[in-house]
């Protein structure tokens, strides 16, 4: 069972990025699907949320209106689309399944700097 994460790497403010996150060894259809980050020095935080079949997305409030996640349970694949890129969204980003058992990907880097 893995959670892959990729897409992360060095952006300059204003820049976008789209992280993905493929699973295998079990499909996330039933799967509540989840990004979360963490930065050094600060505790992990939830990025965004979306349910199993994608009807509902939650997002925290400083990414709301930049961030979108979304999921391809064909591809058992979930993404999130980051525009308008901010210093203060650098941090280590991992993907969350969760459902009768709970998934943690190894995080993919993501650097907004000038």
Same mark, same amino acid.
């Given at each position: 069972?893995?959670?892959?994460?990729?897409?992360?790497?060095?952006?300059?403010?204003?820049?976008?990025?789209?992280?993905?996150?493929?699973?295998?060894?079990?499909?996330?259809?039933?799967?509540?699907?989840?990004?979360?980050?963490?930065?050094?020095?600060?505790? /992990?935080?939830?990025?965004?949320?979306?349910?199993?079949?994608?009807?509902?997305?939650?997002?925290?409030?400083?990414?709301?209106?930049?961030?979108?996640?979304? /999921?391809?349970?064909?591809?058992?694949?979930?993404?999130?689309?980051?525009?308008?890129?901010?210093?203060?969204?650098?941090?280590?980003?991992?993907?969350?399944?969760?459902?009768? /058992?709970?998934?943690?990907?190894?995080?993919?880097?993501?650097?907004?700097?000038?």
């Amino acid at each position: 069972v893995q959670l892959v994460e990729s897409g992360g790497g060095l952006v300059q403010p204003g820049g976008s990025l789209r992280l993905s996150c493929a699973a295998s060894g079990f499909t996330i259809n039933s799967y509540q699907m989840r990004w979360f980050r963490q930065a050094p020095g600060k505790e /992990r935080e939830l990025v965004a949320d979306i349910t199993s079949i994608g009807a509902s997305t939650i997002y925290v409030a400083s990414v709301k209106g930049r961030f979108t996640i979304s /999921r391809d349970n064909a591809k058992n694949t979930v993404y999130l689309q980051m525009n308008g890129l901010k210093p203060e969204d650098t941090a280590v980003y991992y993907c969350n399944a969760l459902w009768t /058992r709970v998934y943690w990907g190894q995080g993919t880097q993501v650097t907004v700097s000038s």
